[in-house]
């Protein structure tokens, strides 16, 4: 079942790139596409990803996380 509760953040090096907010019309799993500016990841060989569920926020299962470059997701 998709989550029907709880959002939260999606930084990237200590930066919010966006929000996640429940699909309450899914009715499976689904994907979800955030971009994340270059500024944020360019010439470096690992970044890091963190869910902040902020203070009255709730992280949900996530399944799979995957970066991939622009050039890359087509």
Same mark, same amino acid.
């Given at each position: 079942m998709p989550p029907t509760n709880g959002s939260f953040a999606i930084k990237v090096e200590g930066t919010t790139v966006a929000k996640f +907010?429940?699909?309450?019309?899914?009715? !499976? =799993? $689904? #994907?979800?596409r955030y971009p994340i500016p270059a500024a944020l990841v360019g010439g470096k060989a690992r970044v890091t %990803? &963190? =869910? #902040?569920?902020? +203070?009255? !926020? &709730?992280? @949900?299962? %996530? $399944?799979? @996380? &995957?970066v991939v470059r622009a050039r890359d997701a087509q």
């Open positions: +907010e429940p699909n309450a019309t899914a009715t !499976g =799993f $689904y #994907d979800a %990803v &963190r =869910f #902040d569920a902020g +203070e009255k !926020g &709730r992280i @949900v299962l %996530v $399944y799979g @996380v &995957r």
